[in-house]
């Protein structure tokens, strides 16, 4: 479950909030984002895996919030994507298998 959101780290793009299949977060204008919903987290890390600058923290107890102090996460912010290699191949390799539409133009032509 979502923990924690540390405003000093944020960089309010926003994408926490555009990630969120369970529309967890508010985002008020020219501010970060607020965990407004908490219950309502799925736990499924989407946030903390797109979030660059470290700025949040999810629990891995789904069914109950487990508060945390932004000392006691400091040295966990971000591991999650970093043990997902999420950006590990990031230039690499681009993973574009999602840009299917020329595929099928030319099918079609």
Not at 2 to 7: N, W
Not at 34 to 56: G, K, M, P
Request: some cysteine; glycine content about 6%.
């Amino acid at each position: 479950m979502i923990e924690l959101l540390l405003t000093d780290r944020c960089t309010s793009c926003g994408t926490c909030a555009s990630v969120c299949p369970a529309n967890v977060f508010d985002e008020p204008p020219d501010v970060p984002p607020v965990i407004a919903r908490q219950a309502d987290c799925q736990t499924c890390f989407l946030c903390e895996l797109h979030c660059e600058a470290d700025a949040l923290y999810v629990g891995p107890d789904w069914e109950k919030p487990a508060p945390v102090s932004p000392e006691t996460v400091r040295g966990l912010l971000g591991e999650f994507r970093r043990h997902a290699g999420w950006h590990e191949w990031e230039g690499a390799f681009p993973n574009e298998h999602w840009r299917m539409d020329e595929v099928f133009r030319r099918a079609r032509e």
